[in-house]
């Protein structure tokens, strides 16, 4: 019987270790690479698996893994925490958890520095995507706790993964491309100070910085909204069919929009809002694939 407590003990570590990078948010770092990897050198190889396995998996569970060990006082007050949106670890398992991301990560992340041993902007690229990682949680640096650097650093973590990936190709860097990957990162920026919303009573109570703990939740929504508009008009100046991603900044401007002028004391209804941009995700991901596709096909 205690042999089987304890494997069924071990399992739900290994769960609650897993989920603590996000299985929901997988895709948002995996597929930026994939797509800029295979559209620029239209091939399926090593470097494409080995890099979509690490931003896939380990990647997240560096991101979220370290940011929940370390946020895990805040997290306490925080009631939306202890499911998709953020796990709420058990204190045993934050060894485990930095460890795992580490151990899983290491492996893939030599393959990659050997795999691009002929483009070292792509080992730049790689190193500026680790260290915002770690950047953004682990004391002594804390990006997430400077107001606007905390949404920089956030949208570098989803804005990297594709440009490691354009890198690694050897892409040619050009004027559309630079658009997009600017407008990538407003959308980024975006996304982060809508999300920080609906936690600036818990991260006041906790003694946590943030974009909007600093300009208040009303003014955070404003420029979510305006960094989101930024992004669309950016997409204007893509090679077609890109201008028509202009049009899925639309569903993100409907979410946020309601709550433009929410108090501060109100600011956990915006949780509503970012749910919603949860699914719109999945949904507008799916037309900007049909868009690449098109891409592709003519050019």
């Known amino acids: 019987m205690s042999a089987e407590r304890a494997r069924v003990g071990a399992l739900r570590a290994a769960g609650q270790v897993l989920w603590s990078s996000r299985p929901v948010s997988w895709i948002n770092t995996a597929f930026p690479f994939a797509a800029a990897y295979v559209l620029t050198t239209g091939r399926v190889d090593a470097v494409f ?60 992340v030599a393959l990659l520095l050997w795999l691009g041993a002929g483009s070292p902007w792509s080992w730049l690229v790689l190193a500026v ?23 920089a650093t956030s949208s570098t973590h989803f804005v990297s993964p594709a440009v490691y990936g354009l890198a690694i190709a050897g892409a040619a860097p050009t004027w559309p491309l630079v658009a997009l ?16 919303v609906q936690d600036v009573v818990p991260d006041r109570e906790a003694g946590i910085a943030s974009i909007a703990t600093a ?16 992004a669309g008009l950016l997409m204007l100046a893509t090679e077609w069919p890109g201008p028509l991603a202009a049009l899925l900044v ?20 915006s949780n509503r809002g970012w749910r919603h941009f949860i699914l719109i995700n999945y949904v507008v991901g799916f037309f900007v694939t049909m868009l690449m596709i098109w891409w592709a096909l003519i050019r």
């Not at 407008?183 to 982060?192: D, L, Q, R």
């Not at 300009?215 to 930024?230: E, P, Q």
């Not at 569903?251 to 209804?269: F, H, I, M, N």
């Open 49 to 108: 698996v080995v890099g979509t396995l690490f931003f896939l998996v380990p990647y997240n569970l560096l991101m979220y893994g370290v940011n929940d060990v370390y946020d895990y006082e805040s997290d306490l007050r925080n009631p939306r925490k202890g499911g998709a949106e953020g796990a709420l670890l058990d204190p045993g398992l934050h060894r485990a958890v930095v460890w795992s991301g580490v151990a899983t990560a290491a492996p893939l």
């Open 129 to 151: 995507s680790l260290f915002a990682v770690f950047a953004y949680s682990v004391p002594g640096l804390r990006f997430k706790e400077v107001p606007v650097l905390d949404s």
């Open 181 to 196: 990957l600017v407008a990538f990162f407003c959308w980024g920026m975006a996304s982060h100070a809508f999300g920080a």
């Open 215 to 230: 300009f208040g939740a009303a003014t955070t929504v404003r420029i979510a909204l305006a960094l989101w508009l930024a």
């Open 250 to 269: 639309l569903p993100y401007l409907w979410a946020a929009w309601p709550y433009r002028s929410v108090t501060d004391a109100a600011s956990g209804t």
